[in-house]
């Protein structure tokens, strides 16, 4: 509905096509000159007599790496594992199946026993390195892109729909490869694009770190936007099997690889299928190893230019730059990278576009016009604003431009929300704020962490386009407190919210090692010291130490197993009693305690839990019965209760690894840690569901058998009240028995409250909205009513 009000329609028919002199007007005719437009982007013929000599040199070069035949039998080569396939399908999200119509849906009802069928299945392709022609086969379905003329064949966008089955085993093999380039550290640094716990943030805080410091030294930074031509669709395969070869993969995952990017055929389907072609070059579109793919092709791009250069990487959009005071040796030094990243794209097959390539100038200087930059002896346009992931950037910094534009695309959608409400009649507040959350708030979120440096006059532009939105939200009058309109509808103010999304950005550092690009912005640094500047690199620290979390530990962002996941294996867990809950009363001990008896006899129980005060004390137990073994720690105070469940889960394994009980049973009453074992999926604590399934393996390697089962809490079951109990004595210890780090969840749950804290500080010494202080005096919560009329009228008396 917002995009029709806004004008955007789409459209499912397909007009009559137009290329050259040439008109289609039935459905096959339409579907066969779409799929040649198609192919013909990944044609060798797009490239010159040039380019061609070059790939050609590249292959000479590297002949005999591509001809040696080894089969390794290391853990990358190794079989795939129930595991992995399990992983694989609890990853696989419902979309439009490929040729077979096989979906993942179908897949996921599948018995045990038939997974394991499949697995051979899958096992025997990665022992043969020859996959089913049917999967190399794509239906393309054209999209038409916005804005565009639907006569014409290249303005529709092609979607992929690729055998789902293809796309299981594709999961599993991205998973293996991932790990093994992550682990070695083969990717680059400054590589952001496709990598967990990174984002488009990570290049432009880098750069806009850089230009600050330029403007504090008066010095100028000369930035270089890369874009290359037709970067996925032109990919070349024999390259990147090159690459895959220099880094030490061979064996099944080479092969496999290799014959997965062979003989790919495409087909366009408008009411029926078009005929079939071939493609030539580039990753296949829409799979599930495409951008891992394209990621180690392109890795390398910056690799050979000189220490002193910025530069950054997120998938295709690449970006140099170098900081100085004299800009002419700042332009000779960034002509010298442009030559030797131009000596890059013809040895690996790619091109970069002359007209899309931008340099731009970040000076405060009058830069003389002589100085130009060049690319295959063209010369390189200069502007004065560019658009880099998402942000305008001008030449002084000052995000004027950007931040206008944001307001004018707000506006739209105030219009929109205007058409949806009157003072008696309309939409109620409630969906007006999602409308305001989803297509105002989350426009001003992203990027606020680097545009936030802007002048306090241009971020009240922003402000202003809040305060509307609310007003129409509550029906609020044009003289309404701005301070009250926020509380009214317990909506953070901007300046608060962009402090919260940068503290959260802080929190997803520190759980990085070195290896980040933007750890760098976290160093101290003398420009800080000798100017005071509202960006994020200075005033980062700050606001940290002012919330009290300087010192505090952060667990890993991204955790690496020390073994291959490919040796783990699914954990074993009843949740029949949790089941049976939904529907039966289990509030009878004796009951669970049968079941448990009866069930698991000869099993060795062992019952976890834990416990947080009031004070945010942490305790965690497991308590053995048969062998008398009551255990309890205190831990780090302030974590979250699935924190300290997860570590009583850690500790009763630990146990059972130094005891070696043949079979064991371990009874917990939290369904949140039990689902995460289950799925091998904790979005929270990735770190201690790592640490679980290692010491599960360690324990499995022995032979010995643990499974786990979830229990009722508080229904007198003795060994569950057992730990309970030395749960809560273990949190009024006064000493930490165990240092927990905190996720970042657990951080930023500290951040909003402290965020949260300072406005409620404002609002108590706000000299504004005094009437509605004296009704409502604490933050954070929105009234809602039964229809807009009265909603309007109570907020009017309110205000």
Same mark, same amino acid.
């Given at each position: 509905?917002?995009?029709?009000? +806004?004008?955007?329609?789409?459209?499912?028919?397909?007009?009559?096509?137009?290329?050259?002199?040439?008109?289609?007007?039935?459905?096959?005719?339409?579907?066969?000159?779409?799929?040649?437009?198609?192919?013909?982007?990944?044609?060798?013929?797009?490239?010159?007599?040039?380019?061609?000599?070059?790939?050609?040199?590249?292959?000479?070069? +590297?002949?005999?790496?591509?001809?040696?035949?080894?089969?390794?039998?290391?853990?990358?080569?190794?079989?795939?594992?129930?595991?992995?396939?399990?992983?694989?399908?609890?990853?696989?999200? +419902?979309?439009?199946?490929?040729?077979?119509? &096989?979906?993942?849906?179908?897949?996921?009802?599948?018995?045990?026993?038939?997974?394991?069928?499949?697995?051979?299945?899958?096992?025997?392709?990665?022992?043969?390195?020859?996959?089913?022609?049917?999967?190399?086969?794509?239906?393309?379905?054209?999209?038409?892109?916005?804005? =565009?003329? !639907?006569?014409?064949?290249?303005?529709?966008?092609?979607?992929?729909?690729?055998?789902?089955?293809?796309?299981?085993?594709?999961?599993?093999?991205?998973?293996?490869?991932?790990?093994?380039?992550?682990?070695?550290?083969?990717?680059?640094?400054?590589?952001?694009?496709?990598?967990?716990?990174?984002?488009?943030?990570?290049?432009?805080?880098?750069?806009?770190?850089?230009?600050?410091?330029?403007? #504090?030294?008066?010095?100028? #930074?000369?930035?270089?936007?890369?874009?290359?031509?037709?970067?996925?669709?032109?990919?070349?395969?024999?390259?990147?099997?090159?690459?895959?070869?220099?880094?030490?993969?061979?064996?099944?995952?080479?092969?496999?690889?290799?014959?997965?990017?062979?003989?790919?055929?495409?087909?366009?389907?408008?009411? !029926?299928?078009?005929?079939?072609?071939?493609?030539?070059?580039?990753?296949?579109?829409?799979?599930?190893?495409?951008?891992?793919?394209?990621?180690?092709? $392109?890795?390398?791009?910056?690799?050979?230019?000189?220490?002193?250069?910025?530069?950054?990487?997120?998938?295709?959009?690449?970006?140099?730059?170098?900081?100085?005071?004299?800009?002419?040796?700042?332009? =000779?030094?960034?002509?010298?990278?442009?030559?030797?990243?131009?000596?890059?794209?013809?040895?690996?097959?790619?091109?970069?576009?002359?007209?899309?390539?931008?340099?731009?100038?970040?000076?405060?200087?009058?830069?003389?016009?002589?100085?130009?930059?060049?690319?295959?002896?063209?010369?390189?346009?200069?502007?004065?604003?560019?658009?880099?992931?998402?942000?305008?950037?001008?030449?002084?910094?000052?995000?004027?431009?950007?931040?206008?534009?944001?307001?004018?695309?707000?506006?739209?959608?105030? +219009?929109?929300?205007?058409?949806?409400?009157?003072?008696?009649?309309?939409?109620?507040?409630?969906?007006?704020?999602?409308?305001?959350?989803?297509?105002?708030?989350?426009?001003?979120?992203?990027?606020?962490?680097?545009?936030?440096?802007?002048?306090?006059?241009?971020?009240?532009?922003?402000?202003?386009?809040?305060?509307?939105? %609310?007003?129409?939200?509550?029906?609020?009058?044009?003289?309404?407190?701005?301070?009250?309109?926020?509380?009214?509808?317990?909506?953070?103010?901007?300046?608060?919210?962009?402090?919260?999304?940068?503290?959260?950005?802080?929190?997803?550092?520190?759980?990085?090692?070195?290896?980040?690009?933007?750890?760098?912005?976290?160093?101290?640094?003398?420009?800080?010291?000798?100017? =005071?500047?509202?960006?994020?690199?200075?005033?980062?620290?700050?606001?940290?130490?002012?919330?009290?979390?300087?010192?505090?530990?952060?667990?890993?962002?991204?955790?690496?197993?020390?073994?291959?996941?490919?040796?783990?294996?699914?954990?074993?867990?009843?949740?029949?009693? %949790?089941?049976?809950?939904?529907?039966?009363? $289990?509030?009878?001990?004796?009951?669970?305690?049968?079941?448990?008896?009866?069930?698991?006899?000869?099993?060795?129980?062992?019952?976890?839990?834990?416990?947080?005060?009031?004070?945010?004390?942490?305790?965690?137990?497991? &308590?053995?019965?048969?062998?008398?073994?009551?255990?309890?720690?205190?831990?780090?105070?302030?974590?979250?209760?699935?924190?300290?469940?997860?570590?009583?889960?850690?500790?009763?394994?630990?146990?059972?690894?130094?005891?070696?009980?043949?079979?064991?049973?371990?009874?917990?009453?939290?369904?949140?840690?039990?689902?995460?074992?289950?799925?091998?999926?904790?979005?929270?604590?990735?770190?201690?569901? %790592?640490?679980?399934?290692?010491?599960?393996?360690?324990?499995?390697?022995?032979?010995?058998?643990?499974?786990?089962?979830?229990?009722?809490?508080?229904?007198?079951?003795?060994?569950?009240?057992?730990?309970?109990?030395?749960?809560?004595?273990?949190? =009024?210890?006064?000493?930490?028995? &165990?240092?927990?780090?905190?996720?970042?969840?657990?951080?930023?749950?500290?951040?909003?409250?402290?965020?949260?804290?300072?406005?409620?500080? !404002?609002?108590?010494?706000?000299?504004?909205?005094?009437? %509605?202080?004296?009704?409502?005096?604490?933050?954070?919560?929105?009234?809602?009513?039964?229809?807009?009329?009265?909603?309007?009228?109570?907020?009017?008396?309110?205000?």
């Amino acid at each position: 509905m917002i995009k029709r009000m +806004n004008g955007i329609r789409r459209e499912y028919g397909y007009p009559v096509l137009k290329d050259g002199n040439v008109i289609v007007v039935t459905e096959e005719e339409k579907a066969n000159m779409l799929v040649k437009k198609f192919v013909k982007v990944h044609s060798c013929n797009n490239l010159s007599a040039e380019e061609n000599r070059r790939r050609n040199c590249t292959i000479n070069e +590297n002949v005999n790496l591509l001809e040696e035949n080894v089969r390794n039998n290391d853990l990358l080569n190794s079989p795939f594992s129930l595991f992995e396939l399990n992983n694989a399908l609890g990853k696989s999200k +419902n979309s439009s199946p490929g040729k077979d119509n &096989i979906s993942y849906i179908m897949v996921n009802k599948l018995s045990n026993s038939s997974k394991k069928v499949l697995l051979e299945f899958y096992n025997k392709i990665w022992e043969v390195g020859i996959l089913p022609l049917a999967w190399k086969e794509a239906i393309i379905v054209p999209i038409l892109k916005p804005g =565009k003329d !639907q006569s014409n064949p290249a303005s529709y966008r092609p979607i992929a729909l690729t055998s789902h089955i293809c796309k299981i085993m594709e999961r599993m093999v991205n998973e293996r490869l991932s790990y093994f380039v992550e682990k070695r550290g083969y990717l680059s640094k400054c590589q952001s694009g496709f990598r967990k716990g990174r984002s488009t943030m990570d290049p432009l805080l880098c750069l806009e770190h850089e230009i600050r410091k330029g403007q #504090v030294n008066k010095e100028s #930074v000369v930035a270089v936007f890369f874009d290359i031509e037709k970067a996925y669709d032109m990919m070349w395969k024999d390259g990147f099997l090159i690459k895959l070869k220099k880094m030490g993969i061979n064996g099944s995952m080479f092969y496999w690889i290799k014959d997965f990017l062979q003989d790919r055929s495409i087909q366009v389907r408008i009411g !029926q299928l078009s005929e079939k072609f071939f493609v030539e070059n580039g990753t296949p579109q829409g799979s599930i190893v495409s951008p891992l793919f394209f990621s180690i092709v $392109i890795n390398d791009m910056f690799d050979n230019l000189e220490s002193g250069m910025g530069f950054s990487l997120f998938a295709d959009d690449g970006a140099i730059w170098k900081r100085g005071k004299n800009l002419k040796f700042i332009v =000779k030094k960034i002509q010298e990278a442009i030559s030797i990243i131009e000596d890059w794209s013809f040895k690996w097959g790619f091109k970069i576009s002359i007209d899309k390539t931008k340099t731009l100038f970040f000076t405060r200087k009058k830069a003389s016009e002589n100085l130009k930059l060049q690319i295959y002896n063209h010369e390189l346009e200069r502007v004065r604003e560019f658009k880099f992931l998402g942000l305008w950037l001008d030449e002084k910094l000052t995000w004027e431009n950007h931040i206008q534009k944001v307001v004018n695309k707000c506006k739209r959608v105030l +219009n929109v929300m205007r058409c949806l409400v009157g003072s008696e009649w309309g939409a109620e507040r409630k969906a007006l704020k999602s409308i305001y959350t989803g297509l105002i708030r989350s426009v001003f979120d992203y990027g606020s962490i680097v545009f936030g440096s802007a002048s306090d006059t241009l971020l009240k532009k922003l402000d202003s386009i809040q305060y509307q939105a %609310l007003r129409l939200c509550t029906g609020a009058v044009r003289t309404t407190p701005t301070s009250a309109l926020l509380i009214e509808m317990g909506e953070m103010p901007l300046n608060l919210r962009r402090l919260q999304l940068k503290s959260n950005y802080w929190c997803n550092l520190k759980g990085h090692d070195g290896n980040h690009p933007c750890q760098d912005i976290l160093k101290s640094s003398w420009e800080k010291e000798k100017k =005071k500047l509202n960006s994020f690199g200075w005033e980062i620290e700050n606001v940290i130490k002012d919330f009290g979390l300087s010192g505090i530990n952060i667990s890993q962002t991204v955790p690496l197993s020390p073994v291959y996941p490919s040796l783990f294996h699914n954990n074993v867990v009843d949740l029949t009693l %949790l089941e049976k809950r939904k529907g039966e009363n $289990i509030s009878d001990p004796y009951l669970v305690q049968s079941y448990l008896d009866s069930k698991y006899y000869g099993y060795v129980q062992v019952f976890t839990d834990a416990s947080k005060n009031s004070n945010s004390s942490n305790g965690v137990s497991f &308590i053995v019965p048969e062998f008398k073994v009551k255990k309890c720690k205190r831990i780090t105070d302030g974590v979250s209760v699935y924190t300290g469940e997860m570590m009583g889960i850690i500790l009763a394994l630990g146990w059972i690894e130094e005891v070696r009980p043949l079979r064991s049973i371990v009874c917990s009453d939290s369904s949140s840690s039990l689902y995460s074992l289950k799925n091998n999926h904790a979005i929270s604590r990735p770190d201690l569901l %790592l640490e679980i399934q290692l010491i599960t393996y360690r324990i499995q390697a022995m032979g010995l058998l643990v499974i786990f089962t979830w229990i009722p809490s508080h229904i007198g079951l003795r060994g569950n009240e057992l730990a309970d109990k030395y749960a809560k004595l273990a949190s =009024k210890y006064s000493d930490i028995d &165990i240092l927990v780090p905190f996720s970042r969840e657990e951080i930023k749950s500290i951040i909003k409250q402290k965020v949260k804290e300072r406005w409620q500080r !404002q609002w108590e010494e706000d000299r504004t909205g005094r009437w %509605l202080y004296s009704i409502q005096r604490k933050v954070g919560a929105m009234r809602r009513t039964r229809n807009r009329k009265e909603e309007t009228v109570i907020s009017r008396l309110r205000f």
